[in-house]
């Protein structure tokens, strides 16, 4: 079963703009990650946040947590064209077994 | 170096017949999962082999087995094959730990008809 839900479930915006996606999960969690997947393949690891981080970034990307609400949050900033993918999030507990959530659908226009 | 490799890319079978499908991790990684990832919904784990025994099981019936050869590569089995098995099979790679990003490949695309 998923750990939980990706809000939007889709999200279109213009280059240029920032894309902001959600996720809840359910259990406690050691820390949670964020993939992308293109056009229904491989997924490409993104970055990974501690349970006992509050926000890091790399590059354009800014995850945040909030493990009291247990939600995070991931901003894609100055989108571009190539950022059009799934977005998924993914707990870890105990073992390097990932959850993921939904996932969310980002679509940027030229 | 080479990623995770995963055969073969697609595969269209018929219900009953059985399935396998292969995966080469990263070379130094240990640690090989399988996920199962139907359409619209995110990928849901199947197993986890390190030092080729089982490490994690998911809620996947005993139709499906997997296993690891002493070069890490793995297989995941998949017998009397059912419509709903049809989805994109993900294999991961990864440094073992809890701490530790995964890898995967580009997919085997599996259709049951």
């Known amino acids: 079963s998923q750990q939980g839900e990706e809000d939007p479930q889709a999200l279109s915006i213009q280059e240029g703009e920032n894309a902001t996606m959600n996720c809840s999960y359910k259990t406690s969690i050691n820390n949670l990650q964020w993939y992308r997947q293109n056009s229904g393949r491989g997924l490409v690891h993104l970055i990974l946040i501690r349970s006992n981080e509050r926000e890091k970034h790399s590059g354009r990307l800014r995850v945040t947590l909030d493990t009291s609400k247990k939600s995070s949050s991931l901003l894609i900033t100055a989108s571009r064209a190539a950022d059009t993918a799934s977005y998924f999030c993914?707990?870890?507990?105990?073992?390097?077994?990932?959850?993921f959530g939904t996932g969310t659908r980002l679509q940027v226009f030229p | 170096d080479a990623g995770v490799t995963q055969s073969p890319t697609h595969l269209i079978k018929t219900r009953g017949q059985q399935v396998t499908l292969r995966c080469s991790p990263i070379?130094?990684?240990?640690?090989v999962s399988w996920y199962q990832q139907v359409l619209g919904q995110g990928p849901q784990f199947i197993f986890q082999y390190y030092e080729k025994e089982e490490r994690g099981r998911g809620n996947f019936p005993d139709r499906f087995s997997a296993r690891q050869f002493p070069n890490y590569s793995s297989e995941l089995n998949v017998n009397a094959l059912l419509l709903g098995d049809s989805a994109l099979y993900l294999c991961?790679?990864?440094?073992?730990?809890?701490?530790?990003?995964?890898?995967f490949g580009q997919g085997t695309r599996l259709t049951v008809v």
């Open positions: 070379s130094g990684h240990k640690s």
């Open positions: 993914a707990t870890v507990l105990y073992t390097d077994k990932l959850i």
């Open positions: 991961a790679s990864s440094l073992r730990g809890v701490n530790t990003e995964a890898f």
